[in-house]
């Protein structure tokens, strides 16, 4: 086996995708020889002793970080500037400073001014996740075979960049280095658009007169059910990745309701060639990932 | 076993629907004692033939609902009502006349008013779908613990309305009888918007300049995926729907884009309380669906 790659892993948040590190960190000896967790609330740091998957909780970011050569921010990324603030007078000098927000120009513009001078900060985000959080809904598959993008600033240390992306090869990702303002773009139209639309149309349906609402989860299975999925997922985690990627989100969505004008007048006017047309277009879609195996 | 309820079951139309009654009437003898199919194409009824799911296979329609004490239109809702019209005079009187069609009105309307005295006309439609079309796709079980919509208009013989229910029981369906104008609202917002929406937004994706479209099918795990399965569907079927549940539809989608809107705004001016809220509706309504067994 080889030796891990960091003596102490401080995780900074342990739902969905810290409890996945750090099982996987348990489970295969290579990732880091100590797993220190700190989470904001008391009632998450005593199940993540009762779960056994950390060799250490800290109550305080602070003592979590003390002598970290890794640190992870695995929060909300609304919560990062004041982790970062907390946690900054105490990163160990040539300690790695990582995360695995959603959106990245706002975690660079949040985080990036405070990180000291001999820390390296290399933010990340592995494409991974299911409707569940919290410390109990991470395992150790969640990262086989997904992506994990990394958006260093200009003139991060190429080797911090390759320490992280190694990390994440050995949670069984495929790593790629991208800029984070194209991250962002692409992130809103293949994640943040479709979670925004998923909230919406379920929050369109519960305002439906009594007897209609009852039928919409009595006959949801046409369809609707796909959306409620991709809708369960953790409100404060989405909550800052719809207010930290606004510029992009908004943009996106406001082709989308273009194009769904487009349509609704389609609809209205018999227009069934354009109709007809769009339907096609999303199976071309569909019929492109089943090729790259995406589907 | 049971005797079959049918003598001769005339199916017009052999997508998955048709394909699927098809394969339960082969599989379990009560269903029908003979099963006659039409299509539109030779291609596709030599492809009904090489499968053996039918006794008899006729290009034409007038032939195919001859002598049969049930038909039943599989086809795409806007071919209804040349179908109607082109078998009304050859309809065995006493016989039965339904559909597996999305909408409900517009097939009380098209279908309606060509119906003979003495024939029973008995709209169905089994809520029972996937993203797959033709005869190929269809299975012995894609009915079972699925609703059956029936819509009778008033004065339907009851006794005709129970021989239809029986029959999708006897695909494995639980049966509820509805309001014509009410199922169309119900289906618009669990099945039609979700649709539209989801060819909607593969359109918006597909439209993105060329290195983001790459991207968007590299990354679409990440939320879009699901979109894209939904939006596979096939295209001819779905623009009927869209065009015939045109008022419902356009209500619900007017209701939905105000609710986008909304969250466009609440993500442009920061009002994190208004998102979390909406994000908690959906884990609300996919809760229930959980507790429904729905999901």
């Known amino acids: 086996m080889a030796d891990p790659l960091f003596r102490r892993l401080a995780l900074l948040g342990i739902g969905l995708i810290g409890s996945s590190v750090a099982r996987i960190a348990r489970a295969r000896g290579d990732l880091a020889a100590e797993v220190v967790v700190n989470a904001r609330s008391a009632k998450t740091l005593e199940r993540v002793r009762e779960l056994g998957i950390a060799d250490r909780i800290e109550a305080d970011p602070a003592h979590a970080v003390a002598g970290a050569d890794c640190v992870m921010l695995c929060a909300p990324v609304g919560a990062f500037a004041a982790l970062a603030e907390a946690i900054a007078p105490h990163l160990a000098p040539g300690a790695i400073l990582t995360d695995v927000g959603s959106t990245k120009q706002s975690v ?10 001999g820390v390296h900060f290399v933010p990340a985000h592995p494409l991974a996740g299911t409707e569940y959080s919290g410390p109990d809904a991470g395992f150790v598959t969640l990262f086989e075979n997904r992506w994990c993008l990394l958006t260093p600033p200009p003139g991060t240390d190429a080797a911090a960049v ?18 984070p303002a194209h991250h962002d773009r692409v992130l809103a139209i ?21 007897e209609s609402r009852q039928e919409v989860l009595r006959f949801a299975a046409s369809g ?32 989308f309701m ?7 007048r389609a609809v209205r006017w018999g227009d069934a060639g354009y109709i007809e047309d769009k339907v096609q277009r999303g199976r071309g879609i569909r019929r492109s990932l089943i090729e790259l195996k995406q589907a």
Chains 1, 2 share one sequence.
Do not use: K, Y
């Open 258 to 264: 273009e194009d769904a004008q487009a349509m609704a």
């Open 162 to 179: 390759e320490w992280v992306a190694e990390f994440w090869r050995r949670c069984g990702a495929m790593v790629q280095t991208m800029d």
């Open 108 to 117: 660079i513009r949040d985080v990036g001014p405070l990180v000291p001078a």
């Open 190 to 210: 293949v994640s943040h658009l479709p979670h925004l639309i998923a909230f919406t149309i379920c929050g369109t349906a519960d305002d439906l007169e009594d």
């Open 224 to 255: 609707f059910r796909d959306f409620t999925r991709i809708a369960a997922s953790d409100p404060v985690m989405w909550r800052d990745v719809f207010l930290n990627n606004r510029e992009a989100l908004l943009e996106m969505l406001a082709r």
